[in-house]
């Protein structure tokens, strides 16, 4: 039998854990469209290499003129299980595919720790283009890039979607969520259970994010494994 890896923050699982102090969240523009309707975006489109291949033609918005190429995705595409980002950033740009630099490397480690393996998931983004200068999107974008999103989830059909930060939390979930209130909590949207957890990006910036992710990975992992057979 497998064991969880204790250091994967560089702490014993078993250490007693302190209440960390929490700084204040950055939180996006509270403007994006309310809830995601799985159902209605590219209908006619069958499977995730035709909606690629849409994405990789689109021009609706102007991050596609400032990025080297569309990030739409990458993982099982029958995976059950669902990681939504925020955007590409510089290193996911320059490869094409999402969370490959210091973030992705990090969720990459949390992953493994959690043994669940990046081969049998998928990993989207709210949008496909990088922001210049790794901004936040504005609402107009989210608007043009949501559709790509709400299609992805319609053909994955995932059991368990996972919302990495505020940003992935609002689009998906409510427009006025924070992610301080939220994260660790099941939710239940038309059948499928959703939960929002810190992006990998803010554990780089303050560590007192590192414990109550790895707790809500553990309840991530633990709801994976009790999934029943398709």
């Known amino acids: 039998m497998s ?43 069958n499977s995730m290499q035709e909606l690629k291949t849409v994405a990789l033609g689109c021009s609706n918005c102007r991050l ?8 739409f995705g990458d993982g099982n595409s029958q995976a059950r299980l669902l990681f939504i980002g925020e955007g590409p950033g510089k290193d996911e740009d320059a490869a094409g595919l999402p969370f490959v630099g210091r ?17 049998e998931v998928y990993i989207a983004n709210v949008v496909k283009c990088r922001p210049p200068g790794n901004r936040l999107p504005n609402p107009d974008e989210v608007k043009h890039c949501r559709n790509f999103l709400e299609a992805q989830i ?15 939390s609002q689009v998906v979930i409510d427009p006025a969520v924070r992610i301080t209130k939220i994260r660790g909590t099941w939710l239940t949207r038309q059948g499928r259970s959703i939960m929002a957890t810190f992006h990998p990006a803010a554990l780089l910036r303050n ?24």
């Open 3 to 45: 064991t969880e890896q204790p250091g994967l923050f560089d702490q014993e699982e078993t250490a007693p854990v302190e209440k960390a102090t929490l700084p204040p969240e950055i939180v996006p523009p509270q403007v994006f469209l309310p809830g995601v309707n799985y159902e209605q975006s590219y209908p006619g489109v």
């Open 64 to 71: 596609r003129e400032g990025c080297q190429q569309v990030v």
């Open 103 to 119: 973030a992705g490397q990090l969720l990459d480690k949390i992953l493994n720790a959690a043994e669940l393996k990046r081969s």
């Open 154 to 168: 319609r053909l994955l059909d995932p059991a368990i979607i996972v919302c990495l930060g505020s940003m992935a």
């Open 207 to 230: 560590e007192a994010y590192k414990r109550p992710t790895w707790e809500d990975f553990k309840a991530i992992r633990n709801a994976y494994r009790e999934l029943p057979d398709r």
